[in-house]
């Protein structure tokens, strides 16, 4: 066998061992007798709220944040760091993913096979797709959705051609899809065109819940926060964020919190006008970002409770042809999602 296809398969089976059976990896030689001994007593101070956070730019600025009281303990395991502390007096773990969903995914899923979690929130910043929001804005989904798991429809073939493994149940049009001939440019009117790139249909996830049957799968798309945490959610609407990054540079409307009713995760980063104009038209979503879809998925398998707060950094390709608006306020969007985390964790009962 080729060394790099082989390399290729082992990659891919650590991967799927660390996503799908973390309880049983934690007994191999990695848990030494210490860590297991450790990990059983910071459970045993818990349950914990499990604070999920993409990147250092997002996590720093709640570890200066003097409202969270960090504890002398810290768990370093399969390359993750799980640091423990209080915010209200409320135990909680934070931890770092890495960027895009596949990190997010193998993080929370650690988190909550190795630890005692009631509850996760994750947030960071996202762009925005939503031209009715602003930079600033805090953005508290309902529902989340990964956008890039596709079938590509051959060249050809149109809408009213059954896709490959449709009948087998493994794919299906009821979300919809993109035609790629829709975006094309410099064509006279009235003259047909096309794209040999044709259509992508966009697919719902296989889940396997841990109260469902073991291989038997589930299909999920719109995964909904938790309703009791949403509803908590709601008293934030006034909170006063900031809206300077400096004495020199502020934004140009109020920030506030919003409850909107979709955001949309893929491993894109997204900086393009066209595609965010269509997402928003055919999904209707506000943040756009690389992580959280991963985590309401692994919390919706696990059956535990999260909510998903992202702060508007830039727009997502909307702006300016000249930069990108992050370069400036991604730190601002940062310290506010901190703020929305602080009082929402400070709700909890």
């Known amino acids: 066998m ?3 296809v082989l390399s290729c398969l082992c990659m891919f089976f650590v991967a799927l061992v660390m ?7 934690l007994v191999s030689c990695a848990l030494t007798s210490k860590l297991h001994d450790d990990i059983t007593r910071i459970n045993e101070e818990g349950p914990y709220i499990g604070l999920v956070i993409p990147n250092s730019f997002e996590l720093n600025p709640l570890l200066q944040n003097p409202a969270y009281t960090s504890s002398e303990n810290i ?22 993913t890495g960027l895009s969903v596949i990190n997010a995914a193998i993080t929370t899923q650690l988190l909550l096979s190795i630890f005692n979690i009631k509850g996760v929130v994750h947030y960071g910043i996202a762009g925005n797709a939503n031209p009715s929001l602003n930079i600033g804005d805090v953005a508290i989904p309902h529902y989340w959705a990964h956008l890039a798991l596709w079938s590509w429809q051959r060249y050809g073939q149109g809408p009213s051609d059954t896709l490959l493994l449709e009948q087998n149940g493994d794919y299906t049009r009821n979300v919809g899809f993109l035609k790629f001939a829709d975006f094309t440019t410099n064509v006279s009117s009235g003259k047909s065109f096309d794209n040999v790139l044709n259509s992508i249909w966009y697919q719902p996830e296989e889940i396997f819940p841990v109260d ?6 589930q299909h999920a798309f719109w995964v909904p926060v938790d309703s009791n945490y949403y509803q908590i959610a709601t008293k934030l609407k006034k909170l006063e964020l900031d809206a300077c990054i400096n004495s020199t540079t502020c934004l140009s409307t109020t920030p506030k919190v919003e409850l909107v009713e979709r955001g949309a995760s893929a491993s894109i980063y997204l900086d393009n006008a066209a595609y965010r104009t269509f997402i928003y038209n055919k999904f209707q979503v506000s943040p756009v970002e690389m992580e959280s879809a991963s985590v309401a998925l692994i919390c919706l398998q696990q059956r535990v409770p999260f909510i998903v707060i992202r702060a508007l950094s830039d727009l997502a390709g909307g702006g300016s042809s000249d930069s990108n608006e992050a370069d400036t306020f991604a730190p601002l969007a940062a310290t506010n999602s901190v703020k929305v985390v602080i009082e929402f964790i400070k709700l909890l009962s």
Request: charged residues 30%; without cysteine.
């Open 212 to 217: 469902g049957i073991p291989e038997q799968r």
């Open 2 to 4: 080729d060394k790099r």
């Open 75 to 96: 768990i370093d395991f399969a390359g993750r760091r799980f640091r423990f502390g209080s915010i209200d007096n409320k135990p909680v773990i934070l931890v770092m």
């Open 19 to 25: 996503l799908f059976n973390a309880q049983n990896a």
